[in-house]
Each structure stands twice: as structure tokens, then as C-alpha cells.
């Protein structure tokens, strides 16, 4: 397996690795020179010598299954004196919104308001490239580019005057008094940490964690912001299957992850430990208790307190895709354990626009790169909602399937613009819920306008929202999709021409159970809602709207009006 890995550039170069242990150690005097300058400023010239922060990674880098270019997620704990929000990010109680004298050009300018803050600090930093506070997330972070490095850091204020030099973090003790975002960042780091403790070979589980990892990547369900799977949910399935498999080689092990998920009853429970309560008053997860978890279609559950599901994300439809390409790729491993086939089947990576004949296009813009990447970045997080709001609308008859990538116009501005795409179908029979509703139709499609109307509402809660911050929602069959999206790249175009005498049968067209030709000819069939087989079409109320491209029957649902100038829903 690791021949594998190393195949497809799973491990980064040695000075790759030297320069993040680099950035690490830079990072860390940064953050040392600000905890002292803080404190004295907070404190007094006493307690500012024995001012102390502890810096702590997470992620794919502590469980040690990073790739070239991943990022670094870190997280910085100090005193009870240091505020997330005044001595972290520099906000002073500014509201983000326009007029405000923090907000410059329309994006919040953190170094506006506390110039003596870590933000404004870090931003004086000559190898830091770029970088954006983000404390509206639900883990709020600030994420920046050193010597080349994306880091991921959060902060978290612990009910201590001194922080002690190797700080335990496993102590459940250490919650008293946090906020959910503090909590949610304290238990990346416990669980990252606890895994080795509960894995019989941690070098086995790194092994196939990277494999499942590019797995994941490869066929289109790595987002666990879109529903799918994210890195901690596949480090605690991997570790449960290693747990079931004590002795058994990486290889193995690879092959029954893939049996014994393609197997699992969901929505059963997959937990690496019993559920603990602590008693310190933080919600676990416990359907018994809460009937909320009753709801949650794939619950992974993290093994330290408090434990939650992280998988809460999933949805109808992508739950019915990942199980679609667990059976598919426990299907390939037993014909590579039969020698009919190569590991490198496996990891042949899936053409999205290939899957499906009609697709919701989600533009995204901006005034600048800066309003760009936080705009983005929230609608991103939040494109789940939509999933959710049109399964609803149309009572579960229409399955979406989100593209976990995002792309840009090569004849648009790239700083000012992104694209997200969703494909649609009619959903499985199986999968079509009762409701007490019927869906919202017009006879030959259904009318999605509802759904949208309230993602835009949800967009419009961000409160660094700005006028230049807009966003599209249109649908398009295969046809009209730009055309950087489906014609070959020049050096893959001869490739294709060669296969295509022996792709007759149409298997292009076949992956995740699509059942016709996906080559998006024009003589494609319309999508029907009563006895046909394409999905209903997004229909718009605002017909007469355009937005600048030539997109034959395709209307936009636009993101701007009344409530939104503000930034306010």
C-alpha cells in the first residue's frame, strides 16, 4: 500500500516537510512575542514574564497522512485575559456591516480597529503571502499563506491565569466555561491525539487512511461541509475497521473497509469507544435524550468527550452516493484480491459532469480576491442548506449531487468570481420520502424558486455581507454547461480519441447508476416530472433577468434586494 501511495504522490518532499516544521517554529515565536505584548498591555509588565501560549496541530498533519500542499490546521491556546475577538482578530465591537469606520472598501479591516492585535501582527509578517480573518465561522480561525504554507489557525481561551508548558488537553476539565466554538476546537486536537491510543498499528492506519483519503478525492466525496466525508469522519472509520482487524496487513485492511461500510446498517452508530458524560453540562451525542440526533442519517461519533456525531452534515442524497461508491469500490477490491484487476482501478477518478444531464450553476462575486475568498467561503459553507431546502421541496423526489470542486471562468476575472455546480435527477423510488406535502410543480417541473429564496436569505445572514457580494442560482442541462468544463484538455484530447471506439457501450455515462448516455449531446430529452426520466427544471419567477451569458432556457434566482444591502436577513 505504501508503493501505492507513493505512486499517486501521497508523501511530500523532505523539504516540503522542513519547511513546514519551519513555519511551525516561526509561527510559534510569532505567537510567544504577541502573548507577551498582550498581556503586559492587558495585565502589566509583571504578568507578562511568565506569559505563555501553547500552539497545537491537528488534522491530517498530526495523524501524519498529509500531501504535498495540504494545509496546516493549528490551534493556539492562551490565558483567560486574551480575547478571541479583541486580541486574536483586532475587533474592537465592530458589526462588519457598511458605514461601519472598521469596514474599508467593504471588507472588515481587522487591523482598522486593533493594531496590536495577532491579525494585524501576523499581516506585518514580510513571508506572510496572504491572509483572512474569518470570525464569523462556526470555528472562527485565521487563515494565511507562509513561505508557502496554508495554516488554518484557531484560538481558544482557557479559564487559566498561566498557561503551563505542555498543557494536557485530554483532561476533560479543560471545557469549564468555553464557548461551542472553543469546544469544537479543543476536540480536534483531543481526537487527533486519542486515535493512536485506540488504533493496534498506527503505521497500518496511516497507510490506508491515505489511500482512503485519495479514494474519497478521486470519486467526488471528500467535503464534509457538502455532506460527504471529511478527514476526521475517514480517520475514525479507518480506525474502526483497524480495530475489527487487529493483525491484518494494510492491504487488508483496505479491502474491508470497503466490505464492512458497503455492509453497515445505517444509521447505526459507528463509535471507536463507549460514550462518556463527563457531567460538565456539554451536550453528547445521545438519541435517547435528544431528539434531534434521532434525525442524523450517518452518525460517525468521535471517541472524546463530548462526543458528537461528525457527520451531522450528510444528507439524503449524498448519504445515497456514498453508498453508492462504498458498493462500487468494495466491488473493485474483491476483483483486485482475484487479480482481475489493479489497485489502480480503484482510484480512477471520477468525471462529474459526466454523471448527469441537468445541473444547478451557483456563481459566485466579489469586488476583490480578499471579499472574494470570504464570500466564497461562506457560501461554500453553506451550500448544504440548499441540498437540504430543495430535497424538502420537492418532497425527496429530486436527488442532488454536489461537485465538491470549484471552479472559475478562464475568460472571466479569477479574483472577482467562482462556480460551484449540482447535478440533479429524479431520486431512486427507495429513496422518495413521505411527506404531508405535496411538492411544489407546475405539471413538467418543480419550482425550486422557494428553495433558493431561502439559501439566499441564509447567505444574507453573513454579516461582512456587502453590496459587491452577490450570487446566481441558474439551472442548465448538459448542453449549455461552459465549455471549459466539458471539452478535454489539449493533452488529454488524443487520449480520448483513442478510447473512443471502445467505448461504445456507454461506460462513461454509467458511473454512480446513471442509467443513459452522458455525453451531453442537444439531443438530449427534456426532463419530466410525471412519467419521464430526467429531473424537473429550476423554474424562475424573475424571468426577465439575464446575467450576461447566453444560456438558452436557463433563468437565475439572483442574490441581492431589500434585507441584503446591509448584510441583514
Given at each position: 500500500?505504501?508503493q501505492?501511495?507513493?505512486g499517486?504522490?501521497?508523501y511530500?518532499?523532505?523539504e ?12 510559534y ?6 502573548i507577551?505584548a ?14 505563555h501560549?501553547?500552539?497545537f ?6 495523524l ?7 494545509d ?10 486574551v ?16 458605514g ?8 472588515l ?6 493594531k496590536?492585535?495577532?491579525?494585524c ?7 506572510v ?10 470555528v ?5 499563506v ?18 503551563p508548558?505542555?498543557?494536557?488537553v485530554m483532561k ?5 466555561n ?13 481526537v487527533?491525539?486519542?486515535?493512536f ?12 487512511l491515505?489511500?482512503?483519503k485519495?479514494?474519497?478525492k478521486?470519486?467526488g466525496v ?8 471529511g ?12 480495530q475489527?482487524?487487529?493483525n ?13 461500510w458497503?455492509?453497515?446498517k445505517?444509521?447505526?452508530p ?5 460514550i ?6 456539554l ?8 431528539p ?6 450517518m ?7 463530548p ?5 451531522y452534515n450528510?444528507t ?7 453508498k ?10 474483491a ?7 489493479k489497485?489502480?482501478k ?11 444531464k ?13 471579499e472574494?475568498?470570504k464570500?466564497s467561503g461562506?457560501?461554500?459553507?453553506r451550500?448544504r ?8 421541496c ?5 436527488h442532488?449531487?454536489?461537485?465538491t ?10 479574483s472577482?468570481?467562482?462556480?460551484y455546480?449540482?447535478?440533479?435527477k429524479?431520486?431512486?423510488k427507495?429513496?422518495?420520502?413521505t ?11 418543480f419550482?425550486l ?7 439566499r436569505?441564509?447567505l ?6 456587502t453590496?459587491t ?7 442548465m442541462k ?10 478535454p484538455k489539449?493533452?488529454e484530447k488524443?487520449?480520448e ?15 454512480n447508476g446513471?442509467?443513459g448516455k452522458?455525453?451531453?449531446e ?6 419530466r ?8 427544471a429550476l423554474?424562475?419567477k424573475r424571468g ?15 442574490a ?10
Amino acid at each position: 500500500m505504501a508503493q501505492v501511495a507513493r505512486g499517486f504522490g501521497l508523501y511530500e518532499p523532505e523539504e516540503e516537510s522542513r519547511r513546514r516544521e519551519e513555519v511551525l517554529g516561526r509561527l510559534y515565536e510569532i505567537l510567544q512575542r504577541w502573548i507577551k505584548a498582550t498581556t503586559e498591555r492587558n495585565m502589566g509588565a509583571d504578568f507578562a514574564q511568565e506569559a505563555h501560549v501553547e500552539l497545537f496541530t491537528f488534522g491530517s498533519y498530526r495523524l501524519g497522512v498529509h500531501t504535498p500542499g495540504s494545509d496546516l490546521d493549528t490551534l493556539c491556546i492562551g490565558p483567560r485575559h486574551v480575547s478571541r475577538d479583541r486580541d486574536f482578530f483586532g475587533r474592537m465591537g465592530s458589526t462588519g456591516e457598511v458605514g461601519d469606520p472598521a469596514t474599508a472598501g467593504g471588507v472588515l479591516n481587522l487591523c482598522g480597529e486593533n493594531k496590536e492585535s495577532l491579525y494585524c501582527l501576523l499581516e506585518g509578517v514580510e513571508d506572510v503571502e496572504t491572509i483572512v480573518g474569518v470570525p464569523e465561522a462556526i470555528v472562527p480561525e485565521i487563515k494565511m499563506v507562509f513561505l508557502g504554507v496554508e495554516i488554518d489557525l484557531a484560538f481558544v481561551s482557557l479559564e487559566l491565569d498561566v498557561i503551563p508548558r505542555g498543557v494536557d488537553v485530554m483532561k476533560p476539565t479543560i471545557f469549564r466555561n468555553l464557548d461551542d466554538a472553543s469546544t469544537k476546537s479543543l476536540n480536534g486536537v483531543r481526537v487527533a491525539a486519542y486515535l493512536f491510543d485506540l488504533v493496534p498499528n498506527v503505521e497500518s492506519f496511516r497507510q490506508v487512511l491515505r489511500c482512503i483519503k485519495l479514494w474519497s478525492k478521486v470519486r467526488g466525496v471528500y467535503s464534509n461541509v457538502l455532506g460527504f466525508l471529511g478527514g476526521i469522519n475517514m480517520a475514525i472509520l479507518v480506525a474502526r475497521v483497524c480495530q475489527l482487524y487487529p493483525n491484518a496487513a494494510p492491504s487488508t485492511l483496505l479491502q474491508k473497509f470497503f466490505t464492512v461500510w458497503d455492509m453497515w446498517k445505517w444509521p447505526s452508530p459507528v463509535l471507536l469507544a463507549p460514550i462518556v458524560d463527563e457531567g460538565l453540562g456539554l451536550k453528547i451525542w445521545d438519541p435517547r435524550r435528544n431528539p434531534i440526533d434521532k434525525r442524523d442519517l450517518m452518525p460517525i461519533i468521535t471517541p472524546t468527550y463530548p462526543c458528537q456525531n461528525s457527520t451531522y452534515n450528510v444528507t439524503v442524497s449524498t448519504l445515497h452516493i456514498m453508498k453508492q461508491e462504498l458498493s462500487n469500490a468494495s466491488r473493485v477490491c474483491a476483483s483486485v484480491a482475484k487479480g482481475e484487476e489493479k489497485w489502480d482501478k480503484l482510484f480512477e477518478r471520477v468525471d462529474f459532469f459526466k454523471l448527469h444531464k441537468n445541473f444547478l450553476q451557483i456563481k459566485v462575486t466579489a469586488a476583490s480576491a480578499e471579499e472574494l475568498k470570504k464570500w466564497s467561503g461562506f457560501v461554500f459553507s453553506r451550500l448544504r442548506k440548499m441540498i437540504e431546502q430543495i430535497e424538502d421541496c420537492t418532497a425527496g423526489t429530486l436527488h442532488i449531487h454536489p461537485c465538491t470542486e470549484e471552479f472559475q471562468d478562464p475568460g472571466l476575472d479569477a479574483s472577482t468570481h467562482c462556480l460551484y455546480y449540482m447535478g440533479l435527477k429524479k431520486a431512486p423510488k427507495d429513496l422518495i420520502r413521505t411527506r404531508m406535502y405535496a411538492p411544489q410543480s407546475t405539471g413538467k417541473s418543480f419550482d425550486l424558486n422557494a428553495a433558493v429564496d431561502i439559501f439566499r436569505r441564509i447567505l444574507y445572514n453573513f454579516k461582512e455581507h456587502t453590496p459587491t457580494m452577490d450570487c446566481f442560482v441558474s439551472s442548465m442541462k448538459h448542453k449549455d454547461l461552459p465549455s471549459f468544463l466539458t471539452e478535454p484538455k489539449k493533452e488529454e484530447k488524443k487520449g480520448e480519441e483513442e478510447k473512443k471506439v471502445g467505448n461504445e457501450n456507454g461506460e462513461d455515462g454509467k458511473e454512480n447508476g446513471e442509467d443513459g448516455k452522458e455525453n451531453g449531446e442537444s439531443g438530449a430529452k427534456r426532463p419530466r416530472t410525471e412519467e419521464g426520466e430526467g429531473p424537473p427544471a429550476l423554474e424562475s419567477k424573475r424571468g426577465g433577468e439575464e446575467d450576461g451569458e447566453k444560456q438558452p432556457e436557463v433563468k437565475r434566482a439572483r442574490a441581492e434586494e431589500k434585507e441584503g444591502a446591509n448584510g441583514s436577513a
